[in-house]
């Protein structure tokens, strides 16, 4: 396998990593990988397809496919190709996988496989089965005291990642601005531009305590401002919203006039207190949206299931702009999403596991020099990446440390280089036992203290 790049046409698509990378966002122009043996029966020519210029800007517009650069998770791939190629007999310790590693509960599989087999749930959804927005009214209820209407405050998506694509689309007009936190989940920015829209990046600084500088946002950019995306608890940083912080969003929102979109995939994964949901601040219903995620707190990654909560009025825009997009999902899939949502001790397990794991991943880091903390939420670690080792390597970037990391030491992290150096550890590695993920530790400390990072 050898890994080309798309000066040769046809254009590569941006698929092949997709599914396993949770910011797809930034894989619209990846690189091709070419099979060796398929290459070499490759007949296509060098020359363009007659629709080479009918691409639309948005996605790069004549010169789509063609972009050489190499994106963050390509290059991950690549280091992680070379390490084992170098060291075929090493273990990789993988930290760098943004999915749950374990299956949905299994009362949750055995109740899809009955319902598969209901012929009451074979048509199209459209915007959702009422079972499914009464359990995410009783959940939001249950779990966070806030009273909603199942018919009119509730919308299912197809996961929450659709819905981060489809609520630009109610508001964003071309010149209209999205307010969004970097690092971050870009799809609603990415949607935003394709609208015509502009992106206003809020950094999320250690210095800051990884809380955006609302204050610091001009006002003629407020003045165009129509949505403003949180997302805690936070992904990457792990950071959690408070109520006062909530409190000051509300209330600005109402100042400015913008909407809020508070990206809640996490919440289930909450550490240092109670999960705390933005609904639950007075006001809040009057100028937002929350939405969740089935993905993460109930392992139900590939199940594809969430939903948009909140204003009637954007719910309802959010629906209609779904209705001319998807027509729901499976049934079975949301009947059996439902019964989930009823179990709290699915939720409650996951997050007793995560939490389990980033403990011990936090005392075995920090007894190799990093300096970091349990986070407040997410099965993510954002730790101050290191500068250089005592063998007098050094390193630019988060970027190079990582790759550092993952070639000589064969451990894979992801880099963070837009608002600081941070390397992200996930949680989500494959140890069927308690034994194992101790086993684990105890190899990654073995490793790093071979590495010999310095800050
Ligand atoms: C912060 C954040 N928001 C939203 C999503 C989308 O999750 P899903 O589409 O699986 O609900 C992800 C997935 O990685 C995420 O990390």
């Given at each position: 396998?050898?890994?080309?790049?798309?000066?040769?046409?046809?254009?590569?698509?941006?698929?092949?990593?997709?599914?396993?990378?949770?910011?797809?966002?930034?894989?619209?122009?990846?690189?091709?990988?070419?099979?060796?043996?398929?290459?070499?029966?490759?007949?296509?020519?060098?020359?363009?397809?007659?629709?080479?210029?009918?691409?639309?800007?948005?996605?790069?517009?004549?010169?789509?496919?063609?972009?050489?650069?190499?994106?963050?998770?390509?290059?991950?791939?690549?280091?992680?190709?070379?390490?084992?190629?170098?060291?075929?007999?090493?273990?990789?310790?993988?930290?760098?996988?943004?999915?749950?590693?374990?299956?949905?509960?299994?009362?949750?599989r055995d109740l899809m496989a009955q319902e598969v087999n209901q012929p009451e749930n074979r048509g199209y959804a459209d915007n959702g089965v009422a079972e499914f927005k009464q359990a995410?009214?009783?959940?939001?209820?249950?779990?966070?005291?806030?009273?909603?209407?199942?018919?009119?405050?509730?919308?299912?998506?197809?996961?929450?990642?659709?819905?981060?694509?489809?609520?630009?689309?109610?508001?964003?007009?071309?010149?209209?601005?999205?307010?969004?936190?970097?690092?971050?989940?870009?799809?609603?920015?990415?949607?935003?531009?394709?609208?015509?829209?502009?992106?206003?990046?809020?950094?999320?600084?250690?210095?800051?305590?990884?809380?955006?500088?609302?204050?610091?946002?001009?006002?003629?950019?407020?003045?165009?401002?129509?949505?403003?995306?949180?997302?805690?608890?936070?992904?990457?940083?792990?950071?959690?919203?408070?109520?006062?912080?909530?409190?000051?969003?509300?209330?600005?929102?109402?100042?400015?006039?913008?909407?809020?979109?508070?990206?809640?995939?996490?919440?289930?994964?909450?550490?240092?207190?109670?999960?705390?949901?933005?609904?639950?601040?007075?006001?809040?219903?009057?100028?937002?949206?929350?939405?969740?995620?089935?993905?993460?707190?109930?392992?139900?990654?590939?199940?594809?299931?969430?939903?948009?909560?909140?204003?009637?009025?954007?719910?309802?825009?959010?629906?209609?702009?779904?209705?001319?997009?998807?027509?729901?999902?499976?049934?079975?899939?949301?009947?059996?999403?439902?019964?989930?949502?009823?179990?709290?001790?699915?939720?409650?397990?996951?997050?007793?596991?995560?939490?389990?794991?980033?403990?011990?991943?936090?005392?075995?880091?920090?007894?190799?020099?990093?300096?970091?903390?349990?986070?407040?939420?997410?099965?993510?670690?954002?730790?101050?990446?290191?500068?250089?080792?005592?063998?007098?390597?050094?390193?630019?970037?988060?970027?190079?440390?990582?790759?550092?990391?993952?070639?000589?030491?064969?451990?894979?992290?992801?880099?963070?280089?837009?608002?600081?150096?941070?390397?992200?550890?996930?949680?989500?590695?494959?140890?069927?036992?308690?034994?194992?993920?101790?086993?684990?530790?105890?190899?990654?400390?073995?490793?790093?203290?071979?590495?010999?990072?310095?800050?």
């Open positions: 396998m050898v890994t080309g790049f798309c000066s040769i046409t046809p254009p590569c698509r941006a698929t092949s990593f997709n599914r396993n990378l949770e910011y797809s966002a930034y894989f619209l122009h990846l690189p091709c990988q070419t099979n060796m043996s398929t290459a070499s029966k490759d007949n296509s020519t060098t020359a363009d397809p007659y629709f080479q210029s009918l691409f639309a800007d948005r996605i790069g517009g004549a010169n789509y496919g063609k972009d050489t650069e190499i994106y963050k998770f390509e290059k991950i791939k690549r280091a992680k190709r070379k390490a084992l190629t170098d060291h075929p007999d090493r273990v990789l310790l993988d930290f760098g996988i943004g999915e749950n590693d374990a299956m949905a509960d299994k009362s949750i995410a009214a009783r959940f939001m209820k249950r779990r966070f005291g806030v009273q909603l209407d199942a018919d009119t405050q509730i919308n299912h998506c197809i996961g929450s990642k659709p819905a981060y694509a489809m609520l630009p689309a109610c508001f964003i007009n071309p010149g209209d601005m999205t307010l969004i936190t970097v690092p971050g989940y870009p799809v609603a920015a990415t949607h935003t531009r394709y609208y015509g829209g502009e992106v206003f990046n809020l950094p999320l600084q250690a210095e800051n305590n990884f809380m955006p500088d609302l204050d610091a946002v001009p006002d003629d950019i407020y003045r165009r401002t129509k949505i403003l995306v949180l997302n805690y608890p936070n992904s990457p940083t792990g950071k959690t919203a408070t109520a006062d912080f909530y409190a000051k969003v509300v209330a600005l929102a109402k100042e400015k006039q913008f909407v809020v979109v508070q990206d809640a995939a996490h919440i289930m994964l909450t550490f240092d207190g109670e999960p705390l949901s933005f609904l639950q601040t007075p006001g809040a219903i009057d100028v937002g949206v929350e939405v969740h995620s089935m993905s993460k707190g109930y392992d139900m990654i590939g199940w594809r299931m969430g939903f948009v909560c909140g204003h009637p009025k954007i719910v309802s825009a959010f629906a209609d702009v779904k209705d001319n997009s998807d027509s729901g999902q499976f049934i079975a899939t949301q009947k059996a999403a439902a019964a989930a949502l009823d179990d709290d001790s699915i939720p409650d397990q996951v997050n007793k596991k995560y939490r389990r794991r980033l403990e011990k991943l936090v005392n075995t880091l920090n007894e190799c020099g990093f300096e970091c903390e349990v986070p407040g939420g997410t099965y993510f670690l954002y730790a101050k990446s290191p500068v250089g080792s005592q063998a007098g390597k050094s390193f630019a970037a988060a970027e190079d440390a990582t790759r550092y990391l993952i070639e000589e030491f064969g451990i894979v992290t992801v880099p963070w280089d837009n608002a600081g150096a941070f390397l992200r550890f996930s949680v989500t590695y494959v140890a069927p036992t308690e034994a194992d993920e101790d086993a684990l530790m105890e190899e990654t400390k073995r490793r790093l203290g071979d590495a010999g990072l310095t800050w």
